[in-house]
């Protein structure tokens, strides 16, 4: 049984740039199952992003996708902009890192969700106002009814995430993506719209993309991930899988930098992600890996299943 929500395949993605295109990801693969959810770590400027703007089709002007990103078995690449705007915010959401630059400041927070629901189901400003309610209920914030007239700035950085979640959660999508949802906010107000975020998931069958750069909230949020590095996937398996058989050096080298609860010190990995223009050219990784060998200065690897739903790309696998 094809169990798949989402079917990425091939994907890259180019800068426009005076002198032709340039690739800042190249042919990332990968699947979502419905009612999963799918992590995506790496460290800053690996291609997290990017990969969730062209699910969404919401890419910058300067910059492009190619391949396949097939939705209930649909390209979304190859719809209309038409026909996405009807999957878009509705099929599919997101959620960002900072709420404040999705929300609009001159609008009330109740009408933000109101217009969501007005434009996808075609219901009257009153019942989209009532059903706007209801939501903020299901998020959690308290006096709905009071802060359905509150415009974001009257409200915390906690508040605000949620009234993101629920504007985002408002048409039931089928895939919420959550681009380092919790990034922003204080330790403690993290753990509480993390733990929103799963009672959401136990109450529907919502698939989650969830992207994070801290391996550790991965392993507590998600089923399956997908390591990240240089804008192309190096490792993808089951999350107990990977924590207890990590296979690329470079997972291996994040697993290693996590705090312990025994204290001890930190190791983390030397140097840092290339810009896409300067990275090496065998495989990506190779001026940071203390294992590599001549053959990883010259030679690409390519993504290998090595043990059942358990893929690598690293030369020595
Ligand atoms: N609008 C843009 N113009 C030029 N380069 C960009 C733009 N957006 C992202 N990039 C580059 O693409 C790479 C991947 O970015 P991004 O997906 O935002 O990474 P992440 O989310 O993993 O931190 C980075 O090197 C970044 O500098
Ligand atoms: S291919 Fe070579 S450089 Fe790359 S991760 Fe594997 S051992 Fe390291
Ligand atoms: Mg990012």
């Known amino acids: 049984m094809n169990n798949s929500l989402l079917t990425v395949k091939d994907l890259s993605i180019y800068l426009k740039g005076q002198s032709g295109f340039f690739p800042l990801i190249s042919k990332i ?44 078995n649909r390209d979304i690449l190859s719809l209309t902009e038409e026909e996405m705007r009807k999957i878009r915010g509705k099929d599919i959401s997101m959620i960002f890192q900072e709420p404040m630059t999705s929300l609009n400041p001159v609008l009330t927070v109740g009408r933000q ?84 975020l799963q009672d959401l998931r136990a109450q529907s069958d919502m698939a989650i993309l969830f992207i994070s750069h801290d391996l550790s909230l991965i392993y507590e949020n998600a089923d399956r991930v997908g390591i990240m590095y240089g ?42 992600v290339p810009h896409p223009a300067f990275l090496p050219k065998g495989c990506k990784f190779s001026d940071r890996c203390k294992e590599k060998i001549e053959e990883c200065l010259y030679k690409e690897p390519e993504l290998l299943e090595v043990t059942k739903e358990h893929f690598v790309r690293c030369i020595k696998c």
Request: charged share 25%.
């Open 113 to 196: 969700i109101a217009e969501a629901l007005m434009t996808h189901f075609n219901l009257t400003k009153r019942d989209s106002l009532e059903k706007a309610i209801e939501i903020l209920k299901r998020v959690k914030i308290p006096d709905p009814e009071l802060r359905i007239k509150d415009y974001p700035h009257q409200l915390s950085g906690g508040m605000r995430q949620r009234v993101m979640i629920g504007m985002a959660i408002a048409c039931n999508p089928s895939l919420l993506i959550a681009d380092e949802p919790t990034t922003a906010l204080d330790v403690t107000i993290q753990f509480e719209i993390l733990k929103l």
């Open 29 to 72: 693969s990968f699947d979502i199952r419905k009612a999963e959810v799918f992590g995506i770590v790496g460290e800053s400027g690996c291609g997290k992003t990017l990969t969730a703007l062209s699910i969404m089709r919401i890419l910058p002007q300067n910059i492009f996708s190619e391949g396949e990103i097939l939705f209930n």
């Open 231 to 272: 804008g192309r996937l190096i490792e993808l398996a089951n999350v107990d899988e990977l924590f207890d058989n990590p296979i690329h050096p470079y997972t291996r080298g994040l697993l290693a930098s996590l705090p312990t609860y025994k204290g001890e010190p930190l190791k983390p990995i030397l140097g840092f």
